[in-house]
């Protein structure tokens, strides 16, 4: 069992950055693979990147260039790092761990760019 929490959504402008955080209630040096993934009101939960146990990264293309996933087994976190936002990308951002066989989930933050 693991718990997961996310933290840093908000409300951002159009071009602006945020960093989401995603801290585990224990090591995640084992985990075979940490991921975020997104949903926007009325659609599928959508994976945006994944980091894996040896750092190997995956993005949707839609992001890219912008946004680069990171991992800190020293702090049990693994970090969102997102530049140039764009209306699009507001969603509740979700964060995911892949610990064979089993998938968890944290609960949550809500990610807006408007102007």
């Known amino acids: 069992q693991v718990q997961l929490v996310e933290s ?3 409300l951002v402008q159009p071009g602006g ?3 989401l955080s995603c801290a585990a209630s224990r090591s995640i040096f084992s ?3 940490m991921g975020w993934y997104r949903q926007a009101p009325g659609k599928q939960r959508d994976m945006v990147a994944t980091i894996n146990s040896g750092g190997r990264t995956n993005y949707v293309d839609s992001v890219k260039g912008r946004f680069t996933i990171s991992r800190d087994n ?4 693994v970090y969102l790092q997102m ?7 507001t969603a509740v ?3 995911n761990a892949f610990i064979a066989p089993m998938d968890y989930w944290g609960q949550g933050t809500q ?3 408007s102007s």
């Open 8 to 10: 840093g959504g908000g």
């Open 31 to 33: 985990f075979n693979v």
């Open 93 to 95: 951002y979700y964060c």
């Open 83 to 89: 530049n140039s936002l764009k209306p699009e990308d």
């Open 17 to 19: 950055s945020l960093r």
């Open 111 to 113: 990610v807006a760019v």
């Open 74 to 77: 020293a702090k049990n976190t």
